[in-house]
């Protein structure tokens, strides 16, 4: 009990544009991680790793059964956040006080899943820490790379991404609708010229002007969209004297970025000069962006208004410099991350400009975050997540410049002379360039924005983040002003551990003592609050039932978040329902509710539920408790509560082993552990929390027997988070134990493979088969592979089950 349960979750990025097949690439990288741990896939700028990478990805996605996930780093410049932003691909929310690596190496150590980590050359010395750890100290978790470098791992396996084969123009073209580098081009150009398609007539036209781009794929995108107003011929005539001008420069540039230098350059030549400054401001974002953002830090009212920024955007889209894709708010849309760099090259060349680009950037994002606290208690909770989330990157970005002066380090992205002697990725200096000091006169901006967004790190299940931004925010704003008051009681309130607590109180206190020498109600009611939970969960139920009576007696002060006033309340029937005052807690509930409901508010109202559920319990109810925890959990999957799913399964299973359904409490025991193990297995070391844990795994055990108990709660943890909230909300069937599989037909293990597969029917591990055959742990892991494969199966119970059977 306890282990990793197979649970499949494939997240890659949605491709919005048709893939050139590249068959022969995906077979070598399939085959490579079926021998190696960790795989790099080098190559240019503008070579396609990324979309190569995601493919492979997909087609080994059936032999991780817990799961492929996709980590994004082109909008990310701060090497400490590396581990965090892979933690957050994972669906991890860790509240320990160990180092973020330590932290995310811990919770996947039993895990087979496939790690995509994308974009790692400027952060080369993290990405290769991250992957080390991983492959060191886990023994089913595998990393796929892209990065213009490799990480310089001994375990690396690298496999060079070469640009699309392009055929001899004056060779034999009547394949040519085959061939990969041509296809693309006709594909592109199509989508601007209606009709148009590969013939007899252009097939050499065609075949010479991707010759020309050295079949690299991002230059054969861009030079395609010049088909809107130029024939081939004309096109390949005028690339061809970009490209003369460009090779007339530094001999020790490489052909193929000479290539994408050239593309690049016309596509900006051919840009109006509004749409060229628009171009260069979205550099400064870190990731996708929408209008209202576009025209927030693209105009300036002077060389860009308002209301050409559309015009703007819609030409870069059509030039295929900007993507467009799909956002929680509607359209979004992206640079790449070549074109980005280019972009943000051209700003820099304009005296003021970056500093200006980005000032605004971080002044969008602070007024986005401040509608977003203020809209928070009410009926847009869900989309307030979303949004939140599509932004993560730009919100880091914004918290960078105004606390380290880099703009996310962009300063700090190392050089790389791969592109056109680092023209279209213009930066200089490495990665300790991100703890440069704050720009005058930003900090407090920067404070400002990580104590704004104390809903979003608490409620969405970003505290380590959260931590990370106002520990630095907190010690570049040391003066005694409103923001810090409120930064010191949001630190405080994401203490989520034991050795953390005492820190967060004192924070809290501290916070509470500012606010009240500042004659700021708001802000020392809200630290109360934070000293009142941090109390509860340090289990001291006294005083933190006298301190939440005070607060809500106290009532409502002027400026006080409706949250946090709700949230008051239900720590109070907290306090009641733990020390068995279950018809006080439920009173305290029902005016919450009455609260809630009248804002069409779900957070704070799932919590109001759980705490109904709870008093319920205290009185044995079991049908009114079951239901408010059911309705309860819907809300907590709604707004991604992981902590908040977390409580009410535990509490859920509680229920049920108390009402005689101890099977059932046992798949809920499973699926709490396993969404536990995301965040605390020890859920914050909570007493209470325990105790009550502990008492339904040994009612349910005793109930049901041993063997019943472990069967059950195998079938919970092996259920992704969707499905059980499904199963707890009785939305389907619980799932049925694996039955023994029949591999496909035609298929034989060789003799060191079947030794294997009897090894892994009696419960080896790697390790252990290695050392019962006398082999490398590495050999007995690619052993393991092939059978899977050749099997047809996805985790080693499956193996197990069918040498049983075979038996």
């Not at 990288?29 to 021998?35: F, H, K, Q, V, Y």
């Not at 952060?123 to 470098?149: D, F, I, K, P």
């Not at 996310?408 to 790389?416: I, K, L, V």
């Not at 978040?561 to 279950?582: I, Q, T």
């Amino acid at each position: 009990m306890g282990g990793s349960a197979p649970r499949r979750d494939c997240q890659l990025p949605v491709e919005t544009t048709s893939f050139v097949d590249r068959r022969d690439e995906q077979a070598e990288g399939r085959d490579l991680l079926a021998r190696a741990r960790l795989v790099t896939l080098t190559g240019p700028g503008g070579v396609g790793k990324t979309r190569l990478a995601a493919r492979i990805a997909a087609r080994v996605a059936r032999a991780f059964p817990d799961g492929v996930r996709f980590v994004h780093l082109s909008g990310l410049h701060d090497p400490a956040l590396v581990p965090v932003a892979a933690a957050d691909a994972l669906g991890l929310h860790d509240h320990s006080a160990q180092p973020p690596l330590d932290a995310l190496v811990d919770q996947v150590r039993e895990r087979r899943l496939l790690l995509v980590v994308d974009n790692c050359e400027h952060l080369l010395a993290a990405c290769a820490e991250l992957a080390a750890a991983l492959l060191h100290g886990t023994t089913g978790v595998r990393v796929l790379a892209t990065s213009r470098h490799r990480l310089g791992l001994t375990e690396e396996h690298l496999m060079e991404v070469r640009p699309l084969p392009v055929p001899d123009p004056d060779g034999d073209l009547s394949a040519a609708d085959a061939n990969p580098a041509l296809t693309l081009f006709a594909d592109r150009a199509a989508a601007v010229v209606p009709g148009f398609r590969l013939t007899p007539g252009n097939r050499a036209a065609v075949a010479r002007l991707c010759r020309r781009l050295d079949g690299l794929p991002l230059a054969i995108e861009l030079a395609a969209v010049r088909m809107r107003v130029l024939g081939v011929e004309q096109l390949l005539e005028r690339l061809d004297d970009r490209y003369r001008l460009l090779s007339s420069g530094s001999p020790a540039v490489p052909p193929r970025h000479q290539t994408l230098r050239a593309a690049v350059d016309w596509s900006h030549e051919l840009c109006t000069r509004q749409e060229q400054l628009v171009w260069a401001r979205a550099s400064v974002f870190a990731g996708g962006f929408d209008l209202d953002a576009a025209e927030a830090v693209c105009a300036d009212g002077e060389r860009v208004r308002s209301y050409d920024v559309l015009e703007a955007v819609a030409g870069l889209v059509d030039k295929s410099v900007l993507c467009r894709e799909p956002g929680p708010d509607g359209v979004r849309y992206r640079l790449l991350d070549t074109l980005r760099h280019y972009g943000l090259q051209q700003l820099r060349r304009l005296p003021g400009e970056e500093a200006a680009a980005r000032r605004r950037q971080r002044d969008w994002m602070l007024t986005r975050a401040a509608a977003c606290e203020q809209a928070w208690f009410g009926p847009g909770q869900r989309d307030i997540v979303a949004r939140l989330r599509a932004d993560q990157d730009n919100l880091r970005a914004a918290l960078a410049f105004s606390l380290t002066g880099t703009g996310g380090g962009e300063q700090g992205r190392a050089g790389d002379a791969g592109d056109a002697g680092g023209a279209v990725r213009a930066d200089a200096g490495g990665e300790s360039a991100v703890l440069a000091a704050p720009t005058p006169g930003e900090a407090l901006a920067g404070l400002r924005l990580a104590g704004t967004l104390w809903f979003y790190w608490h409620a969405c299940g970003a505290p380590r983040e959260g931590r990370y931004w106002l520990d630095r925010a907190l010690d570049a704003n040391p003066e005694p002003t409103r923001e810090r008051a409120r930064a010191l009681w949001v630190s405080g309130l994401l203490a989520g551990c034991p050795e953390d607590l005492t820190r967060g109180l004192r924070r809290a206190e501290e916070a509470a003592a500012l606010a009240r020498r500042l004659g700021d109600e708001a802000e020392a009611a809200h630290a109360g609050y934070a000293i009142g939970v941090i109390r509860l969960f340090s289990d001291d139920l006294p005083a933190a039932l006298a301190h939440f009576r005070a607060s809500v007696a106290r009532g409502r002060v002027p400026g006080q978040h409706l949250s946090l006033v709700g949230l008051d309340r239900v720590e109070l029937a907290c306090a009641l329902g733990f020390l068995g005052e279950a018809d006080q807690a439920i009173a305290v509930c029902e005016e919450t509710r009455r609260l809630c409901e009248a804002h069409g508010e779900e957070w704070v109202l799932s919590y109001v539920l759980r705490m109904l559920a709870l008093a319920h319990t205290v009185k044995r109810d079991w049908p009114r408790a079951e239901h408010h925890a059911r309705e309860a959990l819907r809300r907590k999957l709604a707004v991604h509560d992981i902590t908040g799913i977390g409580l009410t399964l535990d509490l859920l299973a509680q229920i049920a082993g108390q009402d005689g359904a101890p099977e059932r409490a046992a798949v809920l025991l499973g699926g709490a552990d396993r969404v536990w193990a995301d965040v605390d297995r020890d859920r914050w070391g909570s007493a209470a929390l325990g105790a009550a844990r502990r008492g339904t795994e040994t009612r349910a055990r005793e109930a049901v027997g041993a063997q019943d108990f472990e069967r059950a709660y195998d079938r919970g943890a092996a259920l992704g988070l969707a499905e059980i909230v499904g199963y707890a909300l009785e939305e389907h069937r619980p799932p049925e134990p694996p039955q023994p599989e029949r591999p496909p037909q035609g298929v034989r293990l060789t003799r060191r493979e079947t030794e294997v597969a009897e090894l892994v029917a009696e419960g080896l591990a790697n390790q252990q088969i290695a050392d019962r055959l006398v082999i490398a742990r590495r050999t007995a892991e690619g052993h393991v592979e092939r059978i899977l494969s050749k099997l047809g199966f996805s985790n080693r119970s499956q193996i197990a089950a069918w040498v049983t059977a075979q038996r």
